[in-house]
């Protein structure tokens, strides 16, 4: 079953129209683009190359290692090799956690349902971003942390392989150069060390299991003060430096930019996504009433993980799909534990109703003893291997093209830019910040954009002139006069581009359903936009 969610994502994700969804932030194309220029130059780069409001502007490409993977796919494969790498990593993510599920105790059927809402709740970000490198070494943290923390089945400290803590700072070399997430493998380390320590001191010296288990805490939490300052030194292993954690810091504690940055803002449990999570906290809160002492009690460090996950989850939209996984590996076991009476009444009343066990829950518990002795995973490889094959071969198995991941032609402006491309336009151009990602995409370095969604380079000042001129706000001409451009690109029915239509100076030059572009007239001509 593991293997089957993984083979259905990377399918879902790959060969249906959700791979045009992994593709709904135009974010992916400044990434391909950055990776592409440091393969070609050697170099990372270390002031903006895109834009033409900040050129020259000190910028940190804080994901470098991961613009340089999906760069190369993007230059081997096209837009299909970033649509595979995405949803391998997604797939990864959940079928583990499924696998993980399994190990703690947690029920068959209840795992892989709990996966599904996981799922289903994270959705919301199933987007071809650096993020989903930090999904999964989210829950690889967790494994590790949480084997290592006890003697449990399956746990490294079991099997004899404690020692794999260690890599948790060589692990943080790599996420550190991947995404800016690397602070919650932090939190993590943070969350499993305060847990230690209090066991320690909330021990008595009175028994002798709690003067064992007392020292264990102690050694336990030296342990990973020791993992938390090698991983904090690991963290100094990119190409700024220091410098790169006094950006991160400027960037997360700037109000304005927290308030106004749609994926920071607390989540409309409207959508679907959202009330799949909102489902979540539901079981959480049920765990944790009906707790029986013995049977279910939380660890220490699984109730401060379950505050954690909830805390994060309702602060930040963008936070869900982690605090998604992270509630169900911590409620998963406890919530199987709580509906076992339930279980244990329902197989009795089918052995009496029927005279024969064959519907009762043992089936599932076989079903889980199956799935937890199989470690092959021949299907998943065997798919990862026809779709990085597909993908190498322009999406086409033969003369059939089963995948075709593309932007979507009614979310970005796909004809507006091929239109400037035919008339060979010089920019800069002005395009609102979710659209400035495409445009580097599509035509950098040709043309350069006025603004793009790297909302931590341009920062507040300038995202606030931004915004006015978007809106159409008062001095929403301060923009377009401070930093000149040739064209604007703007949505079609947009309270800019209504303005601007019935301005002297900008003639519209093209129309479609998605786009109007604009641009900056000559004295003496008009010409009528393109339909």
Request: charged share 15%; net charge positive; hydrophobic share 50%.
């Amino acid at each position: 079953m593991g293997d089957l969610i993984f083979v259905a994502l990377l399918g879902l994700l790959g060969f249906t129209n959700l791979s045009v969804r992994l593709l709904g932030d135009a974010g992916i194309g400044w990434h391909i683009r950055t990776g592409q220029r440091i393969l070609a130059t050697h170099s990372i780069p270390r002031v903006d190359p895109f834009s033409s409001t900040m050129a020259g502007h000190p910028w940190f490409a804080w994901e470098w290692l991961y613009d340089v993977f999906v760069g190369w796919l993007d230059h081997v494969a096209g837009l299909n090799g970033v649509v595979f790498l995405t949803a391998a990593i997604i797939a990864l993510t959940f079928s583990w956690s499924f696998r993980l599920l399994l190990r703690r105790g947690a029920n068959f059927l209840l795992a892989l349902g709990l996966v599904l809402l996981a799922a289903s709740a994270a959705m919301i970000h199933f987007l071809a971003r650096p993020h989903v490198v930090s999904w999964l070494f989210a829950v690889l943290w967790f494994w590790i942390l949480e084997s290592s923390q006890k003697k449990q089945p399956g746990s490294f400290a079991e099997a004899g392989q404690g020692w794999l803590l260690w890599l948790i700072p060589l692990l943080t070399l790599v996420w550190v150069n991947a995404h800016g997430g690397f602070l919650l493998g932090f939190a993590l380390l943070g969350i499993y060390w305060l847990s230690a320590v209090w066991d320690y001191f909330r021990l008595k010296d009175d028994r002798l299991e709690d003067v064992v288990e007392k020292i264990r805490a102690g050694k336990r939490a030296r342990k990973l003060a020791l993992v938390g300052v090698l991983s904090a030194l690991a963290t100094l292993v990119n190409p700024y430096g220091w410098r790169l954690h006094v950006h991160i810091y400027r960037y997360l504690s700037n109000r304005f930019l927290m308030d106004h940055i749609d994926e920071f803002q607390s989540p409309n449990f409207h959508g679907t996504a959202q009330k799949c999570f909102a489902l979540l906290l539901l079981l959480t809160l049920i765990v944790l009433a009906t707790k029986r002492r013995g049977r279910n009690d939380f660890t220490t460090s699984e109730l401060l993980l379950t505050l954690f996950a909830v805390d994060s989850g309702l602060y930040a939209s963008r936070n869900i799909p982690v605090s998604a996984l992270l509630l169900i590996l911590v409620i998963g076991p406890r919530l199987s534990n709580a509906l076992q009476p339930l279980q244990e009444w329902w197989a009795g009343w089918r052995v009496a109703s029927r005279s024969q066990a064959t519907t009762s829950p043992d089936f599932f518990h076989r079903m889980q003893v199956i799935e937890s002795s199989l470690h092959g995973h021949l299907w998943p490889v065997a798919a990862i291997v026809l779709t990085c094959w597909i993908s190498f071969h322009g999406g086409k198995l033969g003369v059939t093209q089963v995948m075709d991941a593309h932007f979507d032609s009614k979310r970005f402006p796909a004809d507006a830019i091929t239109y400037l491309e035919s008339q060979n336009a010089e920019g800069p151009v002005f395009a609102p910040d979710n659209w400035g990602g495409y445009l580097i995409y599509r035509v950098y370095p040709q043309i350069k954009v006025a603004v793009d969604d790297r909302h931590d380079f341009y920062g507040e000042q300038f995202l606030k002139s931004y915004l006015k001129l978007v809106h159409v706000e008062t001095g929403w001409k301060d923009f377009l006069q401070q930093y000149p451009v040739r064209y604007v690109v703007s949505p079609k029915g947009s309270a800019l581009g209504s303005i601007l239509a019935e301005s002297a100076i900008w003639q519209p030059v093209y129309s479609d359903q998605v786009a109007v572009i604009f641009v900056l007239a000559k004295p003496t001509t008009r010409e009528r936009p393109r339909e």
